[in-house]
T-cell receptor, first 112, second 116 residues
Framework: AQKVTQAQTEISVVEKEDVTLDCVYETRDTTYYLFWYKQPPSGELVFLIR??????QNEISGRYSWNFQKSTSSFNFTITASQVVDSAVYFC?????????FGTGTRLQVFP | AAGVIQSPRHLIKEKRETATLKCYPI?????VYWYQQGPGQDPQFLIS???????DKGSIPDRFSAQQFSDYHSELNMSSLELGDSALYFCASSFFRHYLAKNIQYFGAGTRLSVL
């Protein structure tokens, strides 16, 4: 079965702290795609990153970085030097056929 | 860059009424997806269309139907509305035929449906 688990329901940090959001996935497919989306308080879903199962290189984009480890079926997301604008719900998702299976999300609150 | 456009943004209906949600995909995108997000929950896949044909179906109630038109826009029709249908409805689009862009779904801002 395809499943995404985000065990952290809510995380609170103070600005400039680093924070890591965990994502663990289950799939029987040998080729698969993983995603992270951000849902700010305004409600829209914003695409952040896609990673395919062939590429285990870590990726960095500004203050964002992602650690993909097939051995532990994890795709964790780190925000360095967090800012108030990072406050949002973050969803990890797995593409199955063409639909996305989302985790339950992690609400990140960054306090000034 | 153009994004996915959804209308209306907010909709208030009474029980047993009908509602129609519209979605205009990013230009040149050929696949449209619909998701339902209940309060405090993750988005749940409803249905998708590729080149105007239904391509996948999730937990979509029989009271709901959808289609994709020749200009690639899509409509989600909901009848006999129930209180439990109150949710945020997202449309997403992707360019299925482009390998590098495969499965990247870009979401609209959503339609918030309230059933009273």
């Amino acid at each position: 079965a395809q499943k995404v688990t985000q065990a952290q329901t809510e995380i609170s940090v103070v600005e400039k702290e680093d924070v890591t959001l965990d994502c663990v996935y289950e799939t029987r497919d040998t080729t698969y795609y993983l995603f992270w989306y951000k849902q700010p308080p305004s409600g829209e879903l914003v695409f952040l990153i896609r990673r395919n199962s062939f590429d285990e290189q870590n990726e960095i984009s500004g203050r964002y970085s992602w650690n993909f480890q097939k051995s532990t079926s994890s795709f964790n997301f780190t925000i360095t030097a967090s800012q108030v604008v990072d406050s949002a719900v973050y969803f990890c998702a797995l593409a199955y056929t063409d639909k996305l299976i989302f985790g339950t999300g992690t609400r990140l609150q960054v306090f000034p | 860059a153009a994004g996915v456009i959804q209308s209306p943004r907010h909709l208030i209906k009474e029980k047993r009424e009908t509602a129609t949600l519209k979605c205009y995909p990013i230009p040149r995108h050929d696949t449209v997806y619909w998701y339902q997000q209940g309060p405090g929950q993750d988005p749940q896949f409803l249905i998708s269309f590729y080149e105007k044909m239904q391509s996948d179906k999730g937990s979509i109630p029989d009271r709901f139907s959808a289609q994709q038109f020749s200009d690639y826009h899509s409509e989600l029709n909901m009848s006999s509305l129930e209180l439990g249908d109150s949710a945020l409805y997202f449309c997403a689009s992707s360019f299925f035929r482009h390998y590098l862009a495969k499965n990247i779904q870009y979401f609209g801002a959503g339609t918030r449906l309230s059933v009273l």
